[in-house]
C-alpha cells in the first residue's frame, strides 16, 4: 500500500475509527473498501482528497454507494459528498440503486423452486 493510504490508516485508526477490530490491526487486514467507507465517514477534507488521489475514481464512488448512500445517518454527509466530489445527483444514484437492488432479489427469488430452496 502507498505511504500516504497507510498514514491515513493510522489516522484514521488513532482515531478509536475501527474500534470493532483487534486493536493491533493492520492496513491490510481492514482492506481498502473499509478504509474508504471510513475516511468518506469520518475523515476530513484532505483525508478524501488522499483517497481520491490514491484510489480509483470508480472504486470509491462504488464503495459510497453501496456503503454510505442508504445510512440515513450520513444525510447531510452524502448530500455534500455527492455535489463536491462525486458531481452527481444524490436522488438519482438512490432510485437507480434502488432499482438494482429489486432486480437481485427479483434474480434471488426466480432462482428458488416454490420450497425457496435453490433449483439445480
Same mark, same amino acid.
Given at each position: 500500500m502507498e505511504k500516504r493510504i497507510?498514514?491515513?490508516?493510522?489516522?484514521?485508526?488513532?482515531?478509536?475509527?475501527?474500534?470493532?477490530?483487534?486493536?493491533n490491526i493492520s492496513a491490510s487486514d481492514?482492506?481498502?473498501d473499509v478504509l474508504i467507507e471510513t475516511v468518506l465517514k469520518y475523515g476530513d477534507v484532505a483525508d478524501i482528497q488522499?483517497?481520491?488521489?490514491?484510489?480509483e475514481y470508480q472504486h470509491i464512488f462504488d464503495v459510497w454507494?453501496?456503503?454510505?448512500?442508504? %445510512?440515513?445517518?450520513?444525510?447531510?454527509?452524502?448530500? +455534500?459528498?455527492? $455535489? #463536491?466530489f462525486f458531481d452527481v445527483?444524490? %436522488?438519482?444514484?438512490?432510485?437507480?440503486?434502488?432499482? +438494482?437492488?429489486? $432486480? #437481485?432479489?427479483?434474480e434471488r427469488l426466480a432462482s428458488c423452486d416454490e420450497t425457496g430452496i435453490g433449483k439445480s
Open positions: 497507510l498514514r491515513l490508516f493510522d489516522k484514521m485508526k488513532s482515531k478509536n475509527l475501527f474500534w470493532s477490530y483487534d486493536k481492514v482492506g481498502t488522499i483517497i481520491f488521489e490514491c484510489c454507494v453501496k456503503r454510505v448512500v442508504f %445510512d440515513q445517518r450520513f444525510e447531510k454527509l452524502n448530500f +455534500y459528498l455527492a $455535489r #463536491v445527483d444524490i %436522488d438519482a444514484v438512490r432510485r437507480e440503486r434502488a432499482g +438494482y437492488e429489486r $432486480r #437481485v432479489k427479483l
